[in-house]
């Protein structure tokens, strides 16, 4: 199976196309793409999302119409980002019927602090905003990698708490807050990888984001002018 995976949740956002598919003994006989090519950019809202497609393609020497499955980082981190993965993808599927997958980009992150041997408990760290994260943890070691915390969001205090007594602090510039982490990035070739032998394919529709707060509002007093 041809997959085109999309990874723009952090400020680095990447595109892969994985192919050619054999079984690995290390992961069950679960099928991992026998080949990866990958585009990155570090701009953020700046990346040229299309030029990255059209960069990996080129790569793989494949046409649009080739792609079999596209594989969407769902978050949680870049609302926008994740939000625009999500819209090619549901352009794509709409004009070719291309199977879509979402997977969330916290167990891209533990996959990926796996395959840079970052071992032990880690917790894979998002900035949320407001003085929070995201925040799941995992054991892991260089054959299997397990979470034992869900994702949800902690303050501050609750993660410097867990780096203090030991556990690993990993995830995009998670440096910024806690000096003693480790800084890298979810990645499109990794999303790929772990889609290689998924089936849950779904709508379009069905793809929502990553986003653990719940949305609330705010009622106006009576009388009280809204500006627009």
């Known amino acids: 199976m041809t997959i085109l995976a999309l990874e723009f949740s952090s400020p680095q956002r990447s595109v892969a196309v994985a192919f050619g598919g054999v079984p690995n003994a290390a992961r069950g006989g679960a099928r991992v793409p026998k080949k990866i090519c990958e585009a990155v950019e570090a701009g953020g809202r700046g990346t040229n999302a299309f030029g990255m497609i059209e960069n990996v393609l080129a790569q793989a020497k494949i046409e649009r119409e080739e792609v079999d499955a596209i594989a969407i980082g769902l978050g949680p981190g870049s609302y926008t980002g994740i939000r625009s993965a999500i819209a090619i993808a549901q352009g794509w599927q709409l004009a070719l019927g291309t199977k879509l997958v979402g997977i969330s980009s916290a167990d891209c992150l533990a996959a990926q602090a796996q395959a840079?041997?970052?071992?032990?408990?880690?917790?894979?760290?998002?900035?949320?905003?407001?003085?929070?994260?995201?925040?799941?943890?995992?054991?892991?070691?260089?054959?299997?990698?397990?979470?034992?915390?869900?994702?949800?969001?902690?303050?501050?205090?609750?993660?410097?708490?867990r780096a203090g007594s030991g556990e690993i602090l990993a995830g995009p510039e998670v440096t910024r807050r806690f000096p003693n982490g480790k800084d890298f990035f979810p990645r499109a070739a990794m999303l790929a990888n772990l889609a290689s032998d998924k089936n849950n394919f779904v709508p379009g529709e069905k793809l929502e984001p990553i986003y653990l707060r719940e949305t609330s509002f705010v009622k106006t007093s009576p009388g009280s002018t809204v500006v627009f």
């Open 116 to 161: 840079e041997k970052i071992f032990g408990r880690v917790n894979v760290v998002v900035d949320a905003q407001r003085n929070e994260f995201y925040a799941a943890a995992h054991e892991i070691s260089e054959t299997e990698r397990k979470e034992i915390r869900p994702l949800k969001i902690l303050a501050f205090a609750e993660l410097q708490s």
